[in-house]
Structure formats: structure tokens, C-alpha cells
């Protein structure tokens, strides 16, 4: 998957409330839909702080979620970002894209947006450290049955992707 292929499964959800607050309110700001932007990282990055902000100093409901839909979606476009430093532009791991279903609730979708975010980041971050485990542990995949994991490219036998799929990042990164 290429970094445009990732940036165009994120959504800006916002619920219907919200919608209709912002029209009884005359004050739409919080409901801008971001949609498909690539931009630097550090851009993306500021704006999310920007949006935070913005959220934590808002006076209504309608208002806190219509920021919420903005902040998950700035969220996800951080870590897929983050993640193409790691992989390259070109080379995003594969990850299954979320189900947008109009029923889902407002909560749901942007949980998906995020979660889809954070799982292309952590896919990012695993193959990475698949590289320093090759250099300490001696592969044993079953060559014979050669069925490699797209998570680590070593079977599901092998130590590296055993010690692979148990390896957490730290929070920070
Ligand atoms: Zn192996």
C-alpha cells in the first residue's frame, strides 16, 4: 500500500447532532471534513495540537464531537505518516481498511479511524524491528512449509516472528 492509497481511507466523521448544532448555532468550524490531505508530518502535527487546543476550550457538545471527528482523523493521518518515515511512501504495510457503515455510531467511526491509524503505525514499527531481531535470533522457519506471515515475513513456528508478534513500541514513539 502507498502512503496516498492509506490517507484515502481516512474519514472525518461527525455525527448528525453535531451537524444540525452547528446550523442552530451559526458557528460551523468545528464540522470542516478533512478528507485525503498529504501533508508534512510536522504540518499534521500541529494541527492536531491545534485542534486539541481548540477542542478542550469549546462551551458545547455538538461542538466537542464535531472537533473529535477532526482530531481522530488528524490522529490516523500522524501515525500513517510516522509510518511512511519508517517504510517509505511506497511500502505501507497492509492493513485491512475500515468498514464505514452509515449505521455505526458516531463513537464507532471514529474509533475506526483511529484504531486504523494506530494498527498501520504498529505494523510499521514491528517489520522495523523484525531487521534487529534477524540480526540476534537465528531464523527456523519451516522451509519445507514455507507459508510466511505477511505481519513479519517468517512463519508462525519461527522464534523472530513469535518474539515479533510479542514486541511492544513504547508509547512515545
Ligand atoms: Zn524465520
Do not use: F
Request: hydrophobic share 35%.
Amino acid at each position: 500500500m502507498n502512503l496516498q492509497e492509506a490517507i484515502n481511507n481516512l474519514r472525518a466523521p461527525q455525527g448528525v447532532t453535531t451537524m444540525i448544532g452547528a446550523l442552530l448555532s451559526g458557528d460551523s468550524k468545528p464540522v470542516h471534513h478533512s478528507k485525503g490531505e498529504k501533508v508534512p508530518l510536522k504540518i499534521a502535527e500541529a494541527k492536531l495540537a491545534d485542534l486539541i487546543e481548540k477542542q478542550n476550550n469549546c462551551g458545547s457538545d455538538w461542538a466537542w464531537w464535531g472537533y473529535n471527528g477532526e482530531i481522530v482523523y488528524w490522529k490516523a493521518l500522524v501515525c500513517i505518516l510516522k509510518a511512511a518515515k519508517i517504510t517509505g511512501n511506497d511500502n505501507l504495510p497492509d492493513i485491512d481498511t475500515p468498514k464505514y457503515n452509515a449505521n455505526s455510531a458516531v463513537m464507532d467511526l471514529q474509533g475506526q479511524v483511529e484504531g486504523y491509524g494506530k494498527r498501520i503505525l504498529l505494523a510499521a514499527q514491528r517489520k522495523e524491528h523484525v531487521k534487529e531481531l534477524e540480526k540476534v535470533l537465528q531464523c527456523n522457519c519451516d522451509l519445507d512449509r514455507w507459508e510466511p506471515k505477511r505481519s513479519t515475513g517468517h512463519s508462525h513456528v519461527c522464534r523472530i516472528h513469535k518474539r515479533a508478534m510479542e514486541w511492544k513500541p513504547n508509547e512515545d514513539t
